[in-house]
DNA sequence: GATCGTATGATATAACATATCAACCCCATC
DNA sequence: GATGGGGTTGATATGTTATATCATACGATC
């Protein structure tokens, strides 16, 4: 995937290749990637959009596999403390990972009228954001980039 | 105030010109600075970090200015809207503007140890969320430029 | 088989945000 | 001075996101 993906592409392989992936990775991690962990990963997967933890829910409780906030919540915490989804901070929801191969500093691009959030690399030496917070002597442990907007698809017709 | 504003200062003028600021730009602009919305403005200045909305709310209720959250967030539109104020969205909080005079795109160094936000400038044509959207072929309409850490006071007790 | 760490289950509540509708005020115009 | 429109405010209710807390299950290890 590249940082054009708003592109047509065969997303069946997204799904696949994304959780084969991380039960790979788990393994060499020893990370308990369990059933519910597992299924709100796929559920990510599934679309180029980020998803409230709620939405989340919903899939989980008509599938028997928890009922409650923290269920989802949990399975959440474990996914992006893990690098396997993101958190979109405008959104308050969750997107899986497109880039698990390499350490990063994801910028987000959020189409307002589509909504699918496409997540590119940055090479955060070179951003604003740390050029400002060395500047200030201040240590980054978190950088949230996301800009929301209108993709090259929807941009002409709004 | 500059980019460095992890640093001590005159915290009172930072009240007072950014109300007087406010002030004229209104008169300006034939905006409506009312009582609450000033009151708002003037909350948010007496600290240097983000509020939540319920926070603010609390001040207004105790001085009679409003008891319900759509006061709270309809002053906030007012001021974040006019460039008066800033959404941290990270925080899913607020912070008044210390850049009123110019236009800008802000990165925010947020301190997770005090809790102080500072408002940096940014050269947004030079940051890497424009340079990937710009590659994308995407419209930002807005941008989210935040970091979490530690500010130079707290990074060395951590 | 006791203990420990990790993961789940379950309930409740905190925190953040908006929809809706009625009332009000200013002020521009007739 | 009456009329009407735009913006603002008041009030109620509700929707949405997130976490605190306590209890339970289960496998690993000693």
């Known amino acids: 995937m590249t940082s054009q993906a708003f592109e047509a592409h ?9 959780v084969a992936s991380a ?4 393994a060499e991690r020893n990370l308990q990637l369990t059933a519910a962990r597992q299924r709100v990963l796929e559920i990510l997967l599934s679309e180029h959009r980020a998803m409230g933890a709620y939405e989340i829910l919903e ?28 958190r979109i901070e405008r959104l ?3 997107i899986a990972c497109s880039h698990l191969d390499n350490a990063h500093a994801p910028v987000f691009l959020i189409c307002r009228a589509c909504e699918r959030v496409v997540e590119a690399e940055a090479n955060a030496a070179q951003g604003e ?10 240590v980054v442990e978190r ?14 017709t709004a």
């Open 92 to 94: 308050n929801a969750f």
């Open 10 to 18: 065969d997303h069946r392989s997204c799904i696949a290749a994304g």
């Open 23 to 26: 039960v790979q990775i788990c």
């Open 129 to 138: 954001i740390d050029r400002v917070a060395r500047r200030a002597g201040f």
């Open 143 to 156: 950088a949230v980039r996301e800009a929301e907007g209108l993709c090259p698809a929807c941009a002409p």
């Open 59 to 86: 899939h989980l409780r008509a599938e028997g596999l928890g009922s409650q906030p923290p269920v989802a919540y949990r399975a959440l915490e474990f996914l992006t403390k893990n690098g396997f989804a993101h």
